[in-house]
């Protein structure tokens, strides 16, 4: 099955065009979006790390290892398209248009980081694992029952294709030819569990045979192998032909949440033929005569400022208001529930 | 607690300062060793010991074979467990959050609930489905349900909720002996809020028996897991107004004790019941039936709950809002007192 499902990459570890085909589809400009993209996301990963370890952010799960899988794909995207994340896809919302200070808020417990920006489909990190998919498959089959050209992507790890969500949502995708694009990260680990305790299938990728889809193995640490391959998906997508599986194969560097610890489960030697991949990026853009020193620090300090403007935002937001904990669970209030709701701010103001 | 180490005839036995989620460790510890037929299964219970910690060193202990790291799925970990239940072995199944019980919902109302009775007593599910729950530990969206009710309601079932270490331990061991399934929902912030001397050896807390732990004349206050801890806060501060509050430990949430909650609220003649869960369709509203049918006569006053909001369990900004605080339950008592 590996043989049939050979990773697909069009640079090397060493940053070297494998494929020359793509050579002119690779332009200086593309290479430094991928790169901001990249640097800015991990930025805002590390730094709500640091937020949570000072007690300013909550249990906070990092995505660091993946920038390519999430950028990649996220760029290849139209705006009007569907996103349906998990709660370790920032690095692709962010990419996509999702507000980062109100990214940091979901982190501190705030509702209102759940809320996409304006014309943004954006749906909420999906919490329980798999739940996601059969919801991108719904939001496509829409855009396809309406006649657009529209698409959606539902991202997913490892560990979800073993829910029964997984096999519902890729397959009713299949019977119904509904234009969705499964990208699924293999990071090697649910939590604790490494991938060959998951599944007994050599790749993520030939589950697409049991569904009569198209499934591509790719390398998740390569940014362009992932954005050409997502752009082929969509494009199959929008054309009428219905879903592809993509397995982009990458690493979680760091721990499943800043409540885990790595080193119970996991050798320090794990992992170690992972290669970074911004830092491939770089050698890429360094090979080809794009990169420029002055333009790389450029992007860092532009980041860095943004990311710290968004901490400053996100801590000076306005409190959360009590009226939150009872709005918005019915669009009209039940009477139990208002009931319910000037009882306790009653009792708020006697306390 | 000590009338039921002097009626076990492991009175003599060592005790150990443990808190609830070591208690639970050393309950999982024993049984392992006295049973062959158990086996544990879970996502991330094996080499990580538990997300929570609750399984940890049983791995290296008990090997591979007994304490079973799953593919990520509740409803394959429940499923595989009744198959497992009905052919030799006595599966203990960790859900990592009762949050995340929800696909193997189907396995549990369908099948697990209700294969003994639908086979005349020839199959029987004696498994045990352990499960963390409840708000307070600032944890991400859905980690922090308390939806005990749906499970109470399914007959077939039994549903312990244990409030501290030694409860925690004697009822996990006794709902690995008994002969049907059963749920022990175990408080995320109880895991180690506080230490108590537990027996390092086997005792059993009998399911179905709440736990008088504090005695008082005034009103009674029926609470259970983290809530007991609320509902004693409460009583303090009524104390230094001369109110003296009884508060029920229900330990066991289906079969519920009646008796107990009988005997004290005839006493009292008041009574206040305090969940984390949503108010509809909450279990206080059965406490509210059996106190109706056993002591309608007795009361002086309607009875108050203090519950969770009918809403989903908000995100942590604003979960101390949800969960009853012990100034609600000063209130709710206040209400009752002064009707």
């Not at chain 1, 998919?133 to 855009?143: L, Q």
């Not at chain 1, 699924?184 to 599944?199: C, E, K, T, W």
């Not at chain 2, 062959?36 to 060193?57: C, M, Q, S, W, Y």
């Not at chain 2, 604003?318 to 605080?325: F, N, Q, S, V, W």
């Given at each position: 099955m590996e043989q049939d499902y050979p990773i697909k990459r069009i640079i090397d570890n060493e940053g070297f065009l494998l494929d020359s085909s793509y050579e002119s589809q690779i332009s200086e400009k593309l290479a430094k979006e991928f790169y901001y993209h990249m640097v800015r996301v991990r930025t805002f990963d590390r730094k709500a790390i640091n937020l949570q370890r000072q007690g300013r952010l909550g249990t906070y799960a990092p995505f660091e290892g993946q920038e390519a899988s999430q950028v990649g794909s996220a760029l290849a995207l139209e705006s009007a398209d569907w996103i349906f994340p998990t709660y370790r896809d920032h690095g692709a919302t962010l990419t996509f248009g999702a507000d980062m200070v109100r990214t940091y808020l979901y982190w501190n417990g705030r509702v209102e980081g759940c809320v996409p920006p304006e014309g943004k489909n954006i749906f909420p990190p999906a919490v329980p694992i798999a739940t996601q998919i059969p919801h991108a498959v719904g939001a496509a089959w829409a855009e396809k029952m309406k006649g657009t050209t529209n698409s959606a992507i539902t991202y997913f790890g490892?560990?979800?294709?073993?829910?029964?969500?997984?096999?519902?949502?890729?397959?009713?995708?299949?019977?119904?030819?509904?234009?969705?694009?499964?990208?699924?990260?293999?990071?090697?680990?649910?939590?604790?569990?490494?991938?060959?305790?998951?599944?007994?299938?050599?790749?993520?990728?030939?589950?697409?045979?049991?569904?009569?889809?198209?499934?591509?193995?790719?390398?998740?640490?390569?940014?362009?192998?992932?954005?050409?391959?997502?752009?082929?998906?969509?494009?199959?997508?929008?054309?009428?032909?219905?879903?592809?599986?993509?397995?982009?194969?990458?690493?979680?560097?760091?721990?499943?949440?800043?409540?885990?610890?790595?080193?119970?489960?996991?050798?320090?030697?794990?992992?170690?033929?992972?290669?970074?991949?911004?830092?491939?990026?770089?050698?890429?853009?360094?090979?080809?005569?794009?990169?420029?020193?002055?333009?790389?620090?450029?992007?860092?300090?532009?980041?860095?400022?943004?990311?710290?403007?968004a901490v400053e935002a996100m801590e000076s937001f306005p409190a959360a208001e009590v009226r939150d904990l009872f709005n918005n669970v019915f669009e009209n209030m039940p009477t139990q529930l208002i009931e319910q709701k000037d009882i306790y701010l009653a009792h708020l103001r006697r306390v | 607690m000590a009338m039921e180490l002097k009626e076990s005839s492991h009175s003599k036995q060592t005790t150990e300062l443990m808190t609830m989620v070591q208690a639970i460790n050393n309950g999982l510890r024993t049984m392992l060793e006295e049973d062959e037929r158990i086996i544990l299964l879970g996502e991330d219970i094996g080499k990580n010991g538990g997300v929570f910690r609750a399984t940890e060193g049983l791995y290296d202990v008990f090997g591979d074979n007994r304490v079973i790291d799953t593919p990520l799925s509740e409803a394959g970990i429940i499923g595989t467990s009744i198959g497992l239940s009905v052919n030799g072995f006595r599966p203990v199944a960790e859900i990592q959050f009762l949050g995340f019980i929800y696909p193997a919902y189907e396995q549990i109302m369908t099948h697990v609930s209700r294969i003994r009775m639908r086979t005349m007593g020839h199959f029987t599910v004696p498994m045990v489905i352990r499960a963390p729950y409840g708000a307070g530990i600032r944890a991400p969206d859905i980690h922090s349900d308390s939806t005990e009710a749906l499970f109470t309601h399914m007959p077939g079932l039994k549903v312990v909720c244990p409030s501290g270490p030694y409860d925690a331990k004697g009822l996990l061991i006794a709902a690995m002996e008994d002969p049907d399934p059963v749920l022990v929902l175990e408080n995320m912030r109880s895991y180690r809020a506080q230490r108590e001397e537990v027996p390092v050896g086997k005792y059993a807390v009998e399911i179905g028996k709440g736990k008088l732990v504090r005695e008082g004349t005034d009103i009674t206050i029926i609470a259970w897991g983290a809530m007991i801890a609320i509902a004693e806060k409460a009583a303090d501060h009524m104390e230094k107004k001369g109110v003296l509050c009884e508060v029920i430990d229900l330990r066991t949430l289906y079969p519920i004790d009646r008796e107990i909650i009988a005997e004290s609220v005839q006493k009292t003649t008041r009574a206040v019941i305090v969940h984390e869960a949503h108010s509809t369709g909450g279990l206080g509203n059965d406490i509210v039936s059996i106190i109706n049918d056993t002591s309608f006569l007795y009361l002086r006053a309607p009875i108050e709950r203090v519950t969770g909001f009918d809403v989903p369990v908000p995100l942590f900004a604003l979960e101390d809002h949800y969960t009853p605080t012990v100034a609600r339950v000063i209130e709710g008592i206040e209400r009752v007192l002064d009707f």
């Amino acid at each position: 099955m590996e043989q049939d499902y050979p990773i697909k990459r069009i640079i090397d570890n060493e940053g070297f065009l494998l494929d020359s085909s793509y050579e002119s589809q690779i332009s200086e400009k593309l290479a430094k979006e991928f790169y901001y993209h990249m640097v800015r996301v991990r930025t805002f990963d590390r730094k709500a790390i640091n937020l949570q370890r000072q007690g300013r952010l909550g249990t906070y799960a990092p995505f660091e290892g993946q920038e390519a899988s999430q950028v990649g794909s996220a760029l290849a995207l139209e705006s009007a398209d569907w996103i349906f994340p998990t709660y370790r896809d920032h690095g692709a919302t962010l990419t996509f248009g999702a507000d980062m200070v109100r990214t940091y808020l979901y982190w501190n417990g705030r509702v209102e980081g759940c809320v996409p920006p304006e014309g943004k489909n954006i749906f909420p990190p999906a919490v329980p694992i798999a739940t996601q998919i059969p919801h991108a498959v719904g939001a496509a089959w829409a855009e396809k029952m309406k006649g657009t050209t529209n698409s959606a992507i539902t991202y997913f790890g490892d560990g979800a294709t073993s829910e029964g969500d997984f096999h519902e949502g890729l397959n009713f995708a299949s019977v119904f030819k509904v234009p969705v694009v499964f990208f699924n990260q293999n990071n090697g680990y649910a939590i604790s569990v490494p991938l060959d305790r998951q599944m007994n299938s050599a790749t993520i990728a030939q589950k697409s045979i049991a569904y009569g889809i198209p499934g591509v193995r790719i390398d998740g640490n390569d940014c362009f192998a992932v954005y050409f391959e997502t752009k082929k998906a969509f494009e199959h997508a929008r054309s009428g032909k219905g879903p592809t599986l993509i397995e982009a194969v990458t690493w979680r560097t760091g721990a499943h949440t800043t409540a885990d610890d790595p080193t119970k489960y996991r050798s320090d030697d794990e992992g170690k033929d992972f290669v970074d991949p911004i830092d491939r990026l770089e050698m890429f853009m360094k090979n080809y005569g794009y990169w420029d020193d002055e333009w790389a620090s450029g992007i860092r300090e532009k980041t860095d400022l943004e990311i710290e403007a968004a901490v400053e935002a996100m801590e000076s937001f306005p409190a959360a208001e009590v009226r939150d904990l009872f709005n918005n669970v019915f669009e009209n209030m039940p009477t139990q529930l208002i009931e319910q709701k000037d009882i306790y701010l009653a009792h708020l103001r006697r306390v | 607690m000590a009338m039921e180490l002097k009626e076990s005839s492991h009175s003599k036995q060592t005790t150990e300062l443990m808190t609830m989620v070591q208690a639970i460790n050393n309950g999982l510890r024993t049984m392992l060793e006295e049973d062959e037929r158990i086996i544990l299964l879970g996502e991330d219970i094996g080499k990580n010991g538990g997300v929570f910690r609750a399984t940890e060193g049983l791995y290296d202990v008990f090997g591979d074979n007994r304490v079973i790291d799953t593919p990520l799925s509740e409803a394959g970990i429940i499923g595989t467990s009744i198959g497992l239940s009905v052919n030799g072995f006595r599966p203990v199944a960790e859900i990592q959050f009762l949050g995340f019980i929800y696909p193997a919902y189907e396995q549990i109302m369908t099948h697990v609930s209700r294969i003994r009775m639908r086979t005349m007593g020839h199959f029987t599910v004696p498994m045990v489905i352990r499960a963390p729950y409840g708000a307070g530990i600032r944890a991400p969206d859905i980690h922090s349900d308390s939806t005990e009710a749906l499970f109470t309601h399914m007959p077939g079932l039994k549903v312990v909720c244990p409030s501290g270490p030694y409860d925690a331990k004697g009822l996990l061991i006794a709902a690995m002996e008994d002969p049907d399934p059963v749920l022990v929902l175990e408080n995320m912030r109880s895991y180690r809020a506080q230490r108590e001397e537990v027996p390092v050896g086997k005792y059993a807390v009998e399911i179905g028996k709440g736990k008088l732990v504090r005695e008082g004349t005034d009103i009674t206050i029926i609470a259970w897991g983290a809530m007991i801890a609320i509902a004693e806060k409460a009583a303090d501060h009524m104390e230094k107004k001369g109110v003296l509050c009884e508060v029920i430990d229900l330990r066991t949430l289906y079969p519920i004790d009646r008796e107990i909650i009988a005997e004290s609220v005839q006493k009292t003649t008041r009574a206040v019941i305090v969940h984390e869960a949503h108010s509809t369709g909450g279990l206080g509203n059965d406490i509210v039936s059996i106190i109706n049918d056993t002591s309608f006569l007795y009361l002086r006053a309607p009875i108050e709950r203090v519950t969770g909001f009918d809403v989903p369990v908000p995100l942590f900004a604003l979960e101390d809002h949800y969960t009853p605080t012990v100034a609600r339950v000063i209130e709710g008592i206040e209400r009752v007192l002064d009707f």
